[in-house]
């Protein structure tokens, strides 16, 4: 159980985004969750605010096609409590870490 939910769905959310800023960020390593296709290993990190710029996210549940869409060139905010993301994969480009800006950047 996490957080009071017995599983997660067996689909994961995909996130797209021009920009993803993650404030007062903690990783707490490789955790596993139930999902109702048995359990998996993910990241887990928890942040104190998200900063989401064009956020688009998608999955399949139910033989449909769920999508959240901002709007473009907005920036959506979850902020106000711990905010908790299991990510089952990672990709994009390090602009900053821990404060600290680059003259270039880093693919991850």
Do not use: C
Request: hydrophobic share 40%.
């Amino acid at each position: 159980m996490i957080n009071g939910i017995t599983e997660m769905p067996s689909v994961p959310w995909t996130l797209k985004s021009s920009n993803l800023e993650l404030i007062n960020t903690q990783f707490w390593g490789v955790v596993t969750v139930p999902t109702a296709a048995g359990d998996v290993r993910v990241l887990k990190f928890t942040a104190q605010e998200v900063n989401i710029g064009d956020l688009d996210m998608s999955t399949q549940q139910i033989g449909q096609e769920l999508h959240v869409q901002g709007g473009p060139g907005t920036t959506s905010t979850m902020r106000g409590g711990t905010v908790t993301m299991y990510v089952t994969s990672l990709s994009g480009t390090l602009a900053s870490a821990e404060g600290s800006r680059w003259a270039g950047s880093a693919s991850i």
